[in-house]
């Protein structure tokens, strides 16, 4: 889970003010957050295709805000993904 301070930093940092929740951005950054700090629990339980199931729906939702931010501003898109790491 994202703690309450972690998700206020996030959001100052990648919305446009301090409680612009509903960004792309900032929606993509949550959920990049949430799937990094799931990562370990899957790696030590593999057979828990529930919750991978969930795992696979944030990563397809991830996706797809990313592919309306690439379609919009492929400037923003750029430096979104080199902030969060996404791509090598």
């Not at 446009?16 to 951005?25: I, M, N, R, Y």
């Not at 900032?26 to 959920?31: E, F, H, K, M, S």
């Not at 199931?53 to 492929?74: A, F, W």
Request: cysteine-free; aromatic content about 6%.
């Amino acid at each position: 889970m994202i703690t309450f301070e972690q998700k206020k930093k996030l959001v100052s940092r990648f919305g446009k003010t301090e409680k612009d929740t509903g960004s792309p951005e900032v929606q993509i950054a949550l959920l990049t957050e949430r799937i990094n700090t799931l990562a370990p629990h899957f790696a030590s339980n593999p057979k828990d295709h529930n919750g991978n199931r969930g795992l696979m729906k944030m990563i397809g939702s991830r996706k797809n805000l990313l592919r309306y931010v690439q379609r919009q501003d492929p400037a923003k898109y750029t430096k979104l993904i080199a902030d969060l790491g996404l791509r090598k």
